[in-house]
């Protein structure tokens, strides 16, 4: 018994009473005597008794918790939606379960399962980038239990449980194209993830339409597809200065692909943003800690977060709109300028 939690039927046998009278007895019920109360309390101690509190909240047909999936907690994004997740999950009467998939589709999907079993209430869900089989998600959905995606979306993902929260992708991109091009910029590189994941599809939309619409002509020997982080954008803006005619502007889809640029462009000599300006996406902390301090579009983290909640007690608490499903929340993109893109 040393080796394994104990058990209320543990406390039975040991005492030799009924497991209904244990229960009695720990939850104080009148029927039952004080010197039985004493010594079951006691033996409780001596074993580091807990209830399980899973076992009693499907007795009493509700678990009280959300279940969470993103793809890592590294990072500024995600930790800070999970942080509005968590924050109205609590306000709500929420216990929150936080799993993450580490870009992994295997992975999500064993999560997907792990909190099936767990008997969530609902789950919000952020997609990893290799999904592109949404299954897993299917039987969710089968078995109605609520599901809220967030950032990352099975777009045309249909259901009366599911909906989705978003940021306005295509707008925070379109912002910052056009912010370059007021600062005199014609040559912008753009660096971004795979398009089958709607953040991707959504802000290299918003770059070309971008630029056709300022009269500019898309190079795509411009835009690299590929993973995004600090080494990547370094490789990536290494490659583009070996072209003939290089960019005089950079925008990358997320901020630690920007600042990678930016490290190599000051390794090799050049200036920021005079000859060659640089913006991301996201507005990690590290974006106003760098020199210069990097031009970003902030995407609410928080907000998100509560939106999310919000949305997913609304669907259990059988909402009359719920008919509406799949309910679409998109968040406005905020445009942040600063000195890396400021030419003018």
Do not use: W
């Not at 793809?71 to 216990?95: D, K, M, S």
Request: charged share 20%; hydrophobic share 40%; glycine share 6%.
């Amino acid at each position: 018994m040393a080796n394994r939690r104990a058990s209320i039927t543990d406390l039975a046998k040991a005492l030799n009473l009924s497991t209904s009278t244990i229960s009695r007895a720990l939850a104080d019920h009148n029927d039952v005597s004080e010197a039985t109360k004493k010594r079951v309390r006691a033996l409780a101690e001596e074993l580091s008794y807990q209830p399980n509190q899973l076992a009693a909240a499907l007795r009493r047909g509700r678990t009280n918790t959300l279940g969470v999936l993103v793809p890592h907690i590294t990072g500024h994004f995600f930790p800070q939606v999970v942080n509005g997740i968590a924050t109205e999950a609590a306000r709500l009467g929420f216990n929150v379960m936080i799993c993450q998939s580490n870009e992994d589709v295997k992975q999500e999907r064993k999560n997907i399962d792990l909190l099936m079993n767990s008997q969530v209430e609902g789950i919000l869900v952020s997609l990893a980038n290799t999904t592109k089989d949404f299954s897993h998600f299917e039987a969710v959905r089968s078995q109605n239990v609520p599901l809220v995606f967030f950032d990352r979306v099975v777009e045309g993902f249909r259901g009366d449980n599911v909906s989705a929260v978003m940021l306005d992708d295509y707008q925070g991109a379109y912002q910052v194209v056009a912010h370059l091009i007021e600062q005199g910029c014609t040559r912008i590189a753009h660096f971004t993830g795979p398009l089958h994941i709607n953040i991707h599809k959504g802000r290299h939309q918003g770059y070309l339409d971008a630029m056709k619409d300022k009269g500019l002509q898309p190079d795509p020997r411009l835009t690299v597809f590929g993973e995004l982080n600090q080494k990547t954008g370094a490789a990536y803006m290494r490659k583009l200065l070996k072209q003939p005619e290089r960019p005089d502007a950079v925008f990358a889809s997320n901020d630690l692909a920007a600042v990678g640029a930016l490290q190599e462009l000051k390794a090799q000599g050049l200036r920021v943003p005079e000859d060659i300006a640089v913006a991301g996406f996201s507005n990690e902390p590290f974006t106003t800690l760098v020199e210069p301090q990097l031009t970003t579009v902030d995407q609410g983290c928080d907000t998100m977060g509560i939106s999310a909640v919000r949305l997913l007690q609304k669907m259990l608490a059988g909402n009359p709109d719920r008919l509406m499903q799949p309910r679409n929340v998109v968040l406005k993109p905020k445009l942040l300028v600063r000195e890396s893109t400021m030419k003018k």
